[in-house]
Nanobody, 126 residues
Framework: QLQLVESGGGLVQPGGSLRLSCTASGFTLDSYGIGWFRQAPGKEREGVSCISRSDRTTYYGDSVKGRFTISRDNAKNTVYLQMNSLKPEDTAVYYC???????????????????WGKGTLVTVSS
């Protein structure tokens, strides 16, 4: 069974950092492009970042550019989202998603992905 599991969410003060992990089970991530998405209360799910399977290309939304970094460790079957300088508006449930052979060339949308995790909650508050 193909499964993605996010971890690393929690409560952090403004200006703080968190690192989210997305670990796959039932399949290997090395042939999959990965996207990170988030959904704040009352808002639609939006694409935050993505990374191609070969790690050659990445994308960041304007609201997170310069603060978030996506990376992958295929040996650990895991993709990471390092989040620095967090702001209250980053508060959301964060999801990772995957599609085989997906090439991250720009904005990543929900329709681009086939497999989804259940999400991890990030709360930025003092």
């Amino acid at each position: 069974q193909l499964q993605l599991v996010e971890s690393g969410g929690g409560l952090v003060q403004p200006g703080g950092s968190l690192r989210l992990s997305c670990t796959a089970s039932g399949f290997t991530l090395d042939s999959y492009g990965i996207g990170w998405f988030r959904q704040a209360p009352g808002k639609e799910r939006e694409g935050v970042s993505c990374i191609s399977r070969s790690d050659r290309t990445t994308y960041y939304g304007d609201s997170v550019k310069g603060r978030f970094t996506i990376s992958r460790d295929n040996a650990k079957n895991t993709v990471y989202l390092q989040m620095n300088s967090l702001k209250p508006e980053d508060t959301a449930v964060y999801y990772c998603a995957a599609r085989q052979y997906y090439y991250c060339s720009g904005y990543v949308s929900i329709q681009d992905m086939d497999y989804w995790g259940k999400g991890t909650l990030v709360t930025v508050s003092s």
